[in-house]
Each structure stands twice: as C-alpha cells, then as structure tokens.
C-alpha cells in the first residue's frame, strides 16, 4: 500500500510564508506526477499545482506567482512553497501521486493550513 506523508502546515499570518512537504517510500514516487490539492469544509476539492514526472508544472490561477512546487525523486519528496500567503488560502493540503492507471492514484491524510489575517 503506498502511503503519503505530509507535514509543514500550521498557522502563518497573512503576507507570510509556508512550505509544505510530502513523502512517500517506493521507487514509484519518480514515475508519478505528483500534486497539492486543498479543500475547504463544505467546498469541492481543488487543485493547487501539479509537476510531472519530467518536470513540468501546472497552478491554480489563484496561487499563479505566489507558489512553487518542486519534487527530489532522490529523496522521494514533493514540496509546496507558499509565499504572500492569504487568507483565503486556508484550507486542508492535499498531497496526491497519479500513475497511468486509474488506480495508481493516492492521497495524503491532508495538513491543514491556516492564514489569520
């Protein structure tokens, strides 16, 4: 079973910065694209920002110039770098691996981040 673990989420003032990381074992990591997502209660989840396995990135409109994602296949760990934080940025963080298949598809337990104003 492959698992994600996510960590750096916390309370952060408006203007601030965060960076959140993911984990995972296996030598799969590599081969995935790797993403975050965030949700708020009662709200559909969304996406934040994507790299691909070679290396292309792909954000959210709303986090364009503000947020950078990056992936270390050695260390089989993806980042979000989050600066000029909001607070409609608050939200629960979702970590996400997506293979080829309709099954490679897994999720982090989610890490909430909190942005007072």
């Known amino acids: 079973q492959v698992q994600l673990v996510e960590s750096g989420g916390g309370l952060v003032q408006s203007g601030g910065s965060q960076r959140l990381s993911c984990s995972s074992s296996g030598s799969f990591f590599r081969l995935y694209t790797l993403g975050w997502y965030r949700q708020v209660l009662g709200k559909q989840r969304e996406l934040v920002a994507t790299v691909s396995k070679s290396g292309t990135t792909v954000y959210a409109d709303s986090v364009k110039g503000r947020f950078t994602i990056s992936r270390d296949n050695a260390k089989n760990t993806v980042y979000l770098q989050m600066n000029s934080l909001k607070p409609d940025d608050t939200a629960v963080y979702y970590c996400?691996?997506?293979?080829?298949?309709?099954?490679?598809?897994?999720w982090g337990q989610g890490t909430q981040v909190t942005v007072s104003s």
């Open positions: 996400n691996a997506r293979g080829i298949t309709a099954t490679q598809d897994y």
